[in-house]
């Protein structure tokens, strides 16, 4: 039970509140903001439910991160030990095994350009294409969903492309899918594949860990725009 | 790990007053954040993360308060976790953020600074114009407790550690007492 001071107290700073709530209702008025849909969604699930969608979508700045590490590195969970390097060539990659991850790079990249752009076609069902990143020798869309899982495809015609994944942890596996010889890669931290294609590289990153057929399926669906 | 939520939402009368709510004073909500954030898809998230809080564990709360209750504990909840946000992400933190999370026992509370004060008539009068001139950092924590907001609650909205909550709660009761009184303000 409130003590008298309290309200009181409480009330008078109320007083600071409701003009400051007040403004904010008015300059809203004025310029609505239109609420994206995955906002919508996630409220009108909440509203419908009473149980929060808890896959946020990626901020900006994990959006930047996600892209930054597909086109450079997947995410590693160890250091490197000082250990000899083993180098193996799988699938067309030159491999160099470390102690707790791999590194890739990839000589069959034939092109010198990207000379037609490849995407998910058709998109899965609950994403939407958010954005699209054109470079000389590298394309990178995005994908997102409305429960929060972002994909993202890199097409690139770079020679120093290079990949690297943690082989300690998660399960990492080649496997052919249609005429592309597929490595993948999936543990806790998300889900990525990489492949050469028509003298370009290509990588798929999933932000969560997703099931391996629904993975491999839209593998299949890169094809030209 | 898979996290389940419980709905707290129990009765049709609790969700229509959530819709309500919602609906009343979603762009005004919006407005605070983004006063803040200035980005939008943070601003959003900060809005949906105190619903998410109200659908959880206080709209039962919300049902035995006034409107003007409820419209006060919203804009101060997302206001607080839009700065919450906002700071999270800033390269640079106030020297009163990490006081506050940091681990100095010497500002450990010991007695409520303002209880014994508040009960005199005389200086309660001058509390509540002094309570408004405080920072909003202090006098929105302070409200959150002063109207019945259990601290670990409060931190919940905010996005805040316990701890955090009580230590500014602290410092916000000092400052109000040395604001009144003219003794023992915070350090």
């Known amino acids: ?225 | 790990m898979l996290m389940l939520y419980l709905s707290m939402i129990e009765t049709e009368a609790q969700r229509a007053l959530f819709t309500d709510l919602y609906e009343k004073y979603r762009f005004g909500l919006f407005r605070q954040a983004d006063k803040y954030l200035h980005d939008a898809y943070d601003a959003e998230d900060a809005v949906h993360d105190v619903f998410c809080v109200v659908a959880d564990e206080y709209i039962s709360v919300f049902e035995n308060k006034s409107e003007e209750y409820c419209r006060r504990f919203l804009f101060v909840a997302v206001k607080n976790r839009a700065i919450n946000i906002g700071r999270k992400k800033a390269r640079v933190v106030s020297l009163d953020a990490l006081r506050e999370n940091g681990d100095d026992l010497t500002d450990a509370p010991k007695e409520d600074p303002i209880g014994k004060m508040l009960s005199e008539k005389d200086l309660l009068e001058k509390a509540k114009e002094e309570i408004k001139k405080l920072e909003p950092r202090y006098g929105d924590v302070l409200w959150m407790q002063l109207t019945g907001c259990p601290v670990k609650t409060i931190a919940r909205f905010f996005g805040e550690r316990p701890v955090t909550i009580t230590k500014r709660l602290y410092r916000a009761k000092l400052m109000l007492r040395q604001a009144v009184c003219g003794e023992g303000g915070a350090a």
Not at chain 1, 51 to 75: C, D, E, T, Y
Not at chain 1, 106 to 124: A, F, K, M
Not at chain 1, 199 to 206: D, E, I
């Open chain 1, 1 to 225: 039970m409130m003590k008298e001071y309290e309200i009181a107290l409480a009330d008078a700073y109320g007083e600071t509140i409701d003009r400051e709530a007040e403004a904010l209702a008015a300059e809203a008025e004025k310029e609505p903001h239109v609420f994206t849909k995955r906002f919508e969604e996630r409220m009108a699930e909440l509203i419908r439910t009473g149980k929060p969608n808890n896959r946020k979508g990626l901020s900006k700045r994990g959006r930047r991160i996600l892209l930054i590490a597909a086109a450079a590195v997947l995410v590693l969970a160890a250091v490197a030990c000082a250990v000899p390097e083993i180098r193996e060539s799988i699938g067309g990659f030159f491999v160099k095994i470390f102690g707790d991850h791999v590194e890739y790079t990839d000589p069959d990249i034939t092109r010198n350009s990207i000379e037609e752009e490849y995407g998910l076609v058709p998109i899965p069902e609950g994403f939407e294409e958010t954005s699209v990143t054109r470079g000389d020798l590298i394309v990178i869309s995005t994908y997102e969903s409305s429960s929060g899982v972002s994909l993202s495809l890199i097409q690139s015609a770079d020679p120093n492309q290079n990949d690297s994944i943690d082989n300690e942890h998660g399960e990492f596996f080649e496997t052919e899918i249609g005429k592309k010889l597929v490595r993948i890669h999936m543990s806790d931290y998300g889900t990525q594949a990489s492949w050469i294609e028509d003298g370009y590289y290509f990588s798929l990153v999933c932000s969560n860990n997703i099931e391996q057929n629904i993975f491999e399926e839209w593998i299949a669906s890169v094809i030209p725009q």
